[in-house]
């Protein structure tokens, strides 16, 4: 989600989100390098906390050798493994949270 108001338009503008913290709601997001932003992985449950619940989505999720996508696939590769772990593990260690919306979060 943008931190400004962006007016929609038939002429579509390019809104760059990865450019700088400020340009998302909230403003966390993590440095990848020099000049580029992203988000943290591991919220699973979109509570805005990534912590222990998380990693109990995490766990049921690696048991089970799921593929396809899940909330627990942090690096979007289609399936939940270790990989995934090692991004969830230092923004739990580090307890990162994050403005969330919940309520515009869309659930099955």
Known sequence: ????????STNPQLYDLSESPGK??????????????????????YDGTIDST???LFSIAGSGAVYGYAVSDY?????VT?????????N???GITTHIITNLILKK
Request: net charge negative; no cysteine; glycine share 12%.
């Open 1 to 8: 989600m943008s931190a400004d108001s962006i007016q929609i």
């Open 24 to 45: 998302v709601y909230g403003s966390e997001l993590k440095l990848l390098k020099t000049g580029l932003y992203g988000l943290f992985a591991g919220d699973s449950n």
């Open 54 to 56: 998380d990693f109990g």
């Open 75 to 79: 690096n979007l590769d289609g399936y």
């Open 82 to 90: 270790a990989f995934d772990f090692n991004l969830f593990a230092p």
């Open 92 to 94: 739990r260690k580090a």
